[in-house]
């Protein structure tokens, strides 16, 4: 069983940036890994992710251009780069990779 842990959510003001981490308790060199999030009283909603197969990475068109997906294998790591945040974009966010969830990571974008 593979466990996943997101951190890096805070709060932030509009435009700006943060960066969240998913850390893994295994080693994610053969995994899809994707991030969503999910805001109150929505559908989990899918933002990317880094490919196994291919090495790409892929993105909702919600988020292409501002939210950048990297993965480091060595230390079993998938970072969410956050740029010119949008109050729309509060949510929780989570990671996933073969089924398994993490907990979440709240980020607010508030004045």
């Known amino acids: 069983q593979l466990k996943l842990v997101e951190s890096g959510g805070g709060l932030v003001q509009p435009g700006g940036s943060l960066r969240l981490s998913c850390g893994a308790s295994?080693?994610?060199?053969?995994?899809?890994i994707a991030w969503f999030r999910q805001a109150p009283g929505k559908e989990r909603e899918g933002l990317g992710c880094?490919?196994?197969?291919?090495?790409?990475?892929y993105y909702a068109d919600s988020v292409k251009g501002r939210f950048t997906i990297s993965r480091d294998n060595a230390k079993n790591t998938v970072y969410l780069q956050m740029n010119s945040l949008k109050p729309e974009d509060t949510a929780v966010y989570y990671c996933?990779?073969?089924?398994?969830w993490g907990q979440g990571t709240q980020v607010t974008v508030s004045s």
């Open positions: 880094a490919s196994d197969s291919d090495g790409g990475t």
């Open positions: 295994g080693s994610l060199d053969w995994y899809s």
């Open positions: 996933n990779a073969l089924g398994f």
